[in-house]
Every structure is written in structure tokens, then in C-alpha cells.
């Protein structure tokens, strides 16, 4: 029986190499996407030649608490139970302080940190039952070192992290491991999307002088969802070619 791991905002610029890292490593992947985006998704699953035996498709709205709970209530039931998890989905809205708007504010406290509720809380009483579980969290640099026009993503990200070590220690007992993972700035469009002189200044600032690529921060989800991982919990794993140092 294959190990069954589901991701976030699966077919994303980080989440599609996660899950194609997952599938490579045996595990059968439950790859879900903004209801708002089944066509995309749909093309995504047949460009990436997946088959319903390694990957299965699930539209979830990682903001609405409500459809969260009933649709991973019913995935439970089908599946049995999940042997990962992995909080991936995440937005910007980037801005000045002084110019951000409430909805700014909200959307990505929702997208980035209330998700971590939304979609944990229905599956950990099941993970913990079953034991030998991994919960990861993409969290990033900007959650670490706080970035100038990201105080709402920097918020999110560090949430995440403090949200990661609580849930270590409850998970512990279980054997059910919770860890984040910070990237630093990588090669997908949320990155392409910044002002090219901008991102030309933030690369000067890298040490390795270049952009993670996508699937530099996947091979470090694999490794904490190996069992060689199973001691490791409530720790955050830099992926940021020496950008941050903590
Ligand atoms: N530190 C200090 N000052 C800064 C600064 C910085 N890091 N960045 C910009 N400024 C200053 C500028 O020099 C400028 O000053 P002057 O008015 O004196 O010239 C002023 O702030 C305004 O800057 P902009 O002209 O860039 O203002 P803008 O309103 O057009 O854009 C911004 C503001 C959207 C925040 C833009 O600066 C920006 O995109 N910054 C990068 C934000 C960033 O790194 N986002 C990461 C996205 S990727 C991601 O989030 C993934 C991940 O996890 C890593």
C-alpha cells in the first residue's frame, strides 16, 4: 500500500514539486486546488502525466473553515487515513505598512495562517490515532527575518512557525512529527512577480547569488516525510542558499 501525503495549492510554483517529488517517492498524492481553478487544474494533472492511482485532484478552499472540515471529513473516509500533510498554499499581497488595505491584511492571514487551522484540525485526531504521521509547513525566509512591504506575509509566516512548534509538542506522543520548512526566494511566479530592479537587489543579497529552484525545497519536504526524518519535530529547516541565518 502506497503512503498517501496531501498538499496545499498543489499545482503552485513550490506545490507542483512537491508533489512530483512525493509521486517520485512512492507516495500517492492528494493534490488539492482553489475550487475557483478545476479547469487549470485538470490541465495540470494531464501536462504532468499523472494517473488517478498517484495523484487525485481535490478542490478545497483552504480559507472557508466549514467546506475545509467536510471535505477532508469524507476524504478521511475514503482513504482510511493520511500519513502527511503538507501545508503548502500560501499568497502575497505585498505593500507599504502605510498602505495597506484591511482586505490587504486579511486575505493573507487567511490564505497563509487561518489555513493552518482549517485544514490540520479535521485530520490530526486521525493522524494522531494512527501514529507515525508527518505534518510540514511551507513557511519562508520572510517569516524568519520580517521583509519590508510584507508585514501581513511575514505575520502569516511566522504564525505558521510558532504554530508548528505547539503542535510538535502535542503530535509528539504520537509519533506524529510537525516541522516547517522556510525557502528563501525561489524560482516560481510568485517571485517573478516582484519588480525586476527589486528582485535584481534581493539576489545581491543572496550569498549563492541565485533563486532555490522549486525542487531544492520539495527534496527537503521528502526527506522530513521519510521515516528517516521520525525524530526530527517542531523544527524549521532553512532552504535559502544563505540568504537568513538562524
Ligand atoms: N528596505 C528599505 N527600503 C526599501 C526596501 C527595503 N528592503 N525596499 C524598498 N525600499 C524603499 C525604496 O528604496 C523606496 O524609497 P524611496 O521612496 O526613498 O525611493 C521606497 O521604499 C518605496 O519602494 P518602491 O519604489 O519599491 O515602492 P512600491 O510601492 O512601488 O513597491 C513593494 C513597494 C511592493 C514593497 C516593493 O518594494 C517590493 O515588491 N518589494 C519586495 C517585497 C518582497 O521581497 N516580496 C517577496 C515576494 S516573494 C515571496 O514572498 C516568497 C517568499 O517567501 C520569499
Keep these: 500500500m502506497k503512503k498517501v501525503a496531501l498538499v496545499t495549492g498543489a499545482k503552485g510554483g513550490i506545490g507542483s514539486s512537491i508533489t512530483q517529488a512525493l509521486v517520485d517517492a512512492g507516495f500517492r498524492v492528494i493534490a488539492t486546488y482553489h475550487p475557483k481553478s478545476e479547469q487549470s487544474a485538470k490541465e495540470w494533472f494531464k501536462e ?3 494517473s488517478n492511482e498517484s495523484v487525485k485532484l481535490l478542490p478545497l ?4 473553515t466549514a467546506f475545509c472540515k ?3 471529513t469524507a476524504l478521511l473516509e475514503q482513504e482510511g487515513h493520511l500519513d502527511v ?4 498554499a500560501g499568497i502575497t499581497k505585498d505593500t507599504m505598512f502605510k498602505r495597506m488595505t484591511a482586505e490587504q491584511w486579511n486575505d493573507v492571514i487567511n490564505t497563509n495562517l487561518n489555513s ?5 484540525q479535521p485530520l490530526f485526531e486521525s493522524m494522531c490515532q494512527h501514529g507515525n504521521a508527518r505534518i510540514i509547513n511551507i513557511t ?3 517569516g524568519l527575518k520580517g521583509q ?3 508585514t501581513n506575509y511575514s505575520a502569516a509566516k511566522a504564525g505558521m512557525i510558532g504554530f508548528t512548534k505547539a503542535l510538535a509538542a502535542e503530535g509528539a506522543r ?3 512529527t510537525v516541522n516547517a520548512i522556510a525557502p528563501g526566494y525561489t524560482g516560481t511566479p510568485m517571485v517573478e512577480a516582484i519588480k525586476p530592479e527589486v528582485l535584481e537587489s534581493i539576489k545581491a543579497e543572496i550569498p549563492m547569488k541565485r533563486l532555490a529552484q522549486p525542487k531544492e525545497v520539495a527534496a527537503a519536504v521528502v526527506f522530513l516525510a521519510s521515516d528517516a526524518a521520525a525524530y526530527i519535530t517542531g523544527e524549521t529547516l532553512s532552504v535559502n542558499g544563505g540568504l537568513y541565518m538562524h
Design 174 to 176: 504520537a509519533g506524529v
Design 148 to 150: 519590508f512591504g510584507q
Design 140 to 142: 519562508s525566509v520572510n
Design 48 to 50: 504532468n502525466n499523472y
Design 116 to 120: 493552518l487551522f482549517n485544514v490540520t
Design 70 to 72: 467536510e471535505s477532508l
Design 85 to 88: 500533510l503538507v501545508n503548502n
Design 61 to 64: 478552499d483552504v480559507t472557508d
